[in-house]
């Protein structure tokens, strides 16, 4: 059994990996902002302990490994607050770092990135190697946390990188594709209205919250591992319009029009991307398993209870 950390626990990926370590056996040390652990997961964690991360890192030196989620994580935003972002996110990751620096006992620290920091107009699927776009103060600042990452490898830390692409699944918030068409087909329904939608001929690469939280568990276990940035995504991409129709299914709301709102379509949004895992697949024997349609049922159900 391993002491393993999970900072931003009580986040839309905290909840499922707190579970998926307590599963697999581990003791779970959750970190977050607020006062108390989240309800759903309390049964799941062994400690939690509240910081402001951007300040200090607690006093935990008796662990095996880190899983650090926290972070400032929206991308629309980032171009608001870009220093906000970018010193944030950075500011975790060395008061992480320099702590460990300082202890005898030195975990192994997976760095949750971005597979939105890949540039997209090039060739897919979009491997570890592939070109790095410097497209948002988001994409800037996570591009920074895995210099670091890289900075205290060379410094004898044991940091590994994970790049995940889209995420979705139960408990997913607001403002992202999936809660976006569901909360929508049900206020249409509710107002007697259609349901406006912006470019769903767009196909991204989604994998199921629990086989990412998965990977981040298989990653922190390794014994070993030959590379220090791994993709984690399903290798496929899905249209928006594929995505609407899975919705509908699972909440058999199939009477609802759908209009194209002209305000919501970025003209410059590449029409295509999906990644490759092979390397996290080979070093870790991971692979996604739960079918998409079975995602879809599973948040939609949980919408709706």
Known sequence: MSRIVITGINGFVGHHLAKELRDNGHDVIGIGRDETVSEKIKNYINEYHTADL???????????????????????????????????????????????????????IVIVSSGAIYDSNQPMPITEESKIGFNSPYAVSKILTENQASYYRGRRLDCIVARPFNHIGPGQGDGFLVPALATGLLKARKAGESLSVGN??????????????????????????????????????????????????????????????????????????????????NDSGWSPSIELATTIADYTTELQS
């Open 200 to 281: 769903l001929k767009t196909r991204r690469d989604y994998t199921d919250v629990r086989d990412v939280a998965k990977a981040y568990r298989m990653l922190v276990e390794a014994p070993s591992l030959s590379h220090s940035i791994y993709n984690v995504c399903s290798g496929k991409s899905v249209s928006g319009e594929e995505m609407l129709a899975l919705i509908q299914d699972a909440m058999n709301i199939h009477d609802i029009a759908v209009e194209i709102d002209q305000s919501k379509i970025r003209p410059n949004d590449p029409m295509d991307i999906y990644g490759d895992s092979s390397a996290l697949q």
């Open 54 to 108: 951007v300040k200090e890192w607690p006093a935990l030196s008796d662990v095996d490994g880190i899983i650090h989620l926290a972070g400032l994580a929206a991308v629309g935003p980032s171009f608001d607050n870009p220093q906000t972002y970018i010193n944030a996110n950075s500011a975790m990751v060395t008061n992480l770092c320099e702590y460990y620096m300082t202890q005898d006992n030195k975990p192994r």
